[in-house]
């Protein structure tokens, strides 16, 4: 028999990592719940036609598909033959697979949103935090199954809402420790404002396609990749241009306003980004505004978000969102728009152990172990325990009755501070030895004492 393995870009969590993560999970919804979001949780896989042609053609290709069950009934053998004919010419087919794996939290809610519009009340704010599954090459830091946690309003246009979520994520990150993050914000309006400016609008998906990839290819590569594309040489020249903006937010917008401002779309996405800071002025986030930011999911229609790790830490992107004004259109209920961001759990946890930035009493092993003496000292035992753990204290009894020093390099290696001993003379007199192993005292304590001990 082979040794047991793991399917590549998935991982198991031990209890350590589990705590650590428990730890960033539960900062984030605590900060979730004080904003007001409520939490909301969808099934693990959707069906296929919810999920397709929302992400573009990059995203969809990172889609993992189920196999219909029943595929080896005779009475579909030549359905699944033509599906499998399908498939190898880069298509989809029904005959084959009709579910998906999803792919991140956002489409689902649209389609939760669609179908419950009538019974929510608006603005419906929600969060949610659950596994999601990509087709993608498992490197440090991206794998093919992943936590994320998602906060969205669905409702409102009010720009309020991406103020507070920009401010929930430097709750978040400066609750966690992260305060060397970088906070990218641009808006969609402005890069549909470029494609205009190059000729035409519907050069807006291969252009954000390419300079989405600016971090991990390079400009010369994101130029490569535009003239593939044939976009004429005048209309790169105007990318490349639009892309060495920098400076300060105020810099950066007063660029933009001499580049896109005669635009109509340009100065939609001016006015929300001004609007939009007039929000935060007081506010102790920092940003940058990053005319390279395109986030390539194509149901973005405003500000986007992108959030980095420290520069200390090489990982890239550890959050993300922005506002998408008809996302529940797709599912035939129009007009619904909305915002939202997401944490990615996984990043932030290696960012933290990169940095030692987890608490050191994290663990949080059991506050005292009984010692196991025998059968009839383990059942007066018993009940004392079960009273511990009812008080709310972290309590166990070892399983046998070995010997002491087992038990004591248990304890020592589980980083229990306390250990108590209940033998025949101790059961003969109704008293119990408590000891702490972190300064080696003993006490002789009377069962309600010991009950009563702070431990």
């Known amino acids: 028999m082979s040794k047991p393995s793991l399917p590549a870009g998935t991982r198991d969590f031990g209890p350590d990592v589990v705590r650590k993560r428990h730890y960033i999970l539960d900062t984030i919804r605590e900060t979730f719940q004080r904003y007001g979001y409520q939490p909301l949780e969808t099934p693990a896989f959707e069906n296929l036609e919810t999920l397709t042609g929302k992400y573009g053609e990059e995203g969809d290709k990172l889609i993992?598909?189920?196999?219909?069950?029943?595929?080896?009934?005779?009475?579909?053998?030549?359905?699944?033959?033509?599906?499998?004919?399908?498939?190898?010419?880069?298509?989809?087919?029904?005959?084959?697979t009709e579910r998906a794996l999803k792919y991140d939290l956002t489409i689902p809610f649209a389609r939760y949103v669609a179908m419950n519009h009538g019974q929510l009340t608006f603005p419906f704010k929600r969060y949610q935090i659950q596994p999601v599954w990509r087709a993608d090459r498992p490197q440090k830091g991206r794998y093919r199954e992943f936590y994320q946690c998602d906060a969205d309003v669905v409702g409102s246009r009010s720009l309020l809402y991406e103020s507070e979520l920009a401010c929930l994520y430097h709750e978040v990150l400066t609750a966690l420790g992260l305060t060397g993050y970088q906070l990218q914000v641009n808006h969609r309006s402005l890069l549909l404002a470029l494609a205009e400016w190059c000729g035409d609008r519907d050069w807006l998906v291969p252009i954000t396609v390419a300079i989405d990839k600016l971090d991990k290819i390079g400009l010369d590569k994101v130029k490569l990749e535009l003239e593939s594309n044939r976009l004429p040489a005048?209309?790169?020249e105007k990318i490349l241009t639009y892309l060495a903006i920098e400076g300060s937010p105020a810099s950066v917008l007063d660029q933009l306003e001499k580049l896109l401002g005669?635009?109509?779309?340009?100065?939609?996405?001016?006015?929300?980004?001004?609007?939009?800071?007039?929000?935060i002025k007081d506010q102790p986030l920092t940003y940058r505004i990053d005319p390279t930011l395109a986030r390539g999911l194509n149901y973005y229609t405003g500000m986007i978000f992108e959030v980095k790790a420290p520069a200390s830490v090489s990982m890239g992107s550890i959050g993300g969102g922005g506002r998408y004004d008809d996302l529940t259109g797709l599912f035939g209920v129009p007009d619904v728009p909305?915002?939202?961001?997401?944490?990615?759990?996984?990043?932030?946890?290696?960012?933290?152990?990169?940095l030692n930035l987890f608490p050191t009493d994290i663990a949080d092993p059991p506050r005292l172990l009984f010692f196991n003496l025998g059968i009839t000292e383990s059942q007066v035992t018993f009940p004392l325990l079960q009273t511990l753990r009812s008080k709310g204290i972290a309590a166990d009894l070892y399983p046998e009755a070995v010997k002491l020093d087992k038990q004591f390099k248990y304890a020592e290696k589980r980083g229990i501070p306390y250990v108590a001993i209940l033998g025949a003379s101790e059961i003969a007199s109704g008293t119990i030895q408590l000891k702490?192993?972190?300064?080696?005292?003993?006490?002789t304590l009377t069962h309600a004492e010991f009950l009563n001990a702070k431990l």
Not at 266 to 275: E, H, I, V, Y
């Open 262 to 279: 005669h635009l109509p779309e340009g100065q939609k996405g001016l006015s929300d980004l001004r609007t939009w800071m007039a929000y």
């Open 436 to 443: 702490n192993l972190q300064t080696g005292t003993q006490q």
């Open 338 to 354: 909305g915002v939202g961001i997401s944490f990615g759990v996984d990043r932030i946890y290696d960012v933290m152990e990169t």
């Open 234 to 236: 005048e209309a790169i």
């Open 64 to 96: 993992f598909k189920i196999l219909n069950n029943g595929l080896d009934n005779p009475e579909k053998e030549s359905k699944v033959r033509a599906g499998f004919e399908k498939v190898l010419q880069g298509k989809s087919s029904p005959d084959l």
